[in-house]
């Protein structure tokens, strides 16, 4: 699964600069996020009334339920340096009953996410998938040796067809499409890879930004899960 996070942008900056880590949510009901997270899925941030602005992946969950006013403190107490919040947003808190703590890894600016039909004053979306506008293939040795590249996909999802257009790193847009199944028909591999270093694990990002449409990138292995 993936995650779509309406936050206030103050907050989405704060992940980004890496003085918030944790992003939590303390209801009174139970609801999304709660029970329907997991280690090593992508959240994509999204400005209360704006547009997306990062990403993120889950590194650890911690939840409660059947919270009184006292666990909540402690909760604040232990996690508030993580998570951030006011005075005021802790005390508009204290009667929750449902907390869900979200560790957050490998965040990053990102102006893109997936579509999904929006709910009046809902905040947390978990959405299939498939609808990640994502999409990443770790490179091996071969890829980078033989100079070819495939577009990933979740499984039993169906390739695109006809025309597909790839916006470069360098701010080059080629059109291509695929052949044998997921394999991209361009060629000119080559010069990406020698631009990059790239070598084997690290990863060839796909987004998407529109019909057919992706931007490029590749992010090394170091640069985090």
Do not use: C
Request: hydrophobic letters at 40%; charged letters at 25%; proline letters at 7%.
């Amino acid at each position: 699964m993936i995650h779509v996070a309406i936050l206030k942008p103050g907050y989405i900056r704060d992940i980004l600069a890496g003085t918030k880590t944790v992003e939590s949510r303390l209801t009174k009901t139970n609801q999304p996020p709660h029970g329907r997270v997991q280690p090593g899925e992508r959240l994509f941030l999204k400005a209360s009334g704006g547009p997306f602005m990062a990403t993120a992946l889950v590194a650890e969950v911690l939840s409660w339920d059947n919270l009184s006013p006292a666990e909540v403190r402690r909760i604040e107490k232990q996690h508030r340096h993580a998570i951030g919040g006011d005075d005021a947003y802790w005390q508009a808190k204290r009667d929750s009953r449902f907390a869900t703590l979200i560790r957050l890894a490998a965040s990053e600016p990102m102006d893109v996410g997936p579509a999904y039909k929006v709910a009046y004053m809902k905040a947390w979306y978990v959405l299939d998938e498939s609808l990640s506008p994502l999409r990443e293939v770790v490179l091996t040795d071969g890829a980078i040796r033989n100079r070819y590249a495939t577009l990933p996909g979740p499984q039993g999802e169906t390739p695109p067809t006809g025309v597909i257009t790839l916006e470069l790193p360098n701010g080059e847009a080629v059109v291509t499409d695929l052949v044998r199944g997921r394999m991209l028909r361009w060629r000119g591999w080559a010069a990406l890879y020698d631009a990059a270093d790239a070598q084997p694990g690290d990863r060839l990002r796909f987004l998407r930004v529109g019909d057919r449409r992706y931007r490029v990138s590749i992010r090394k292995a170091d640069a985090g899960t």
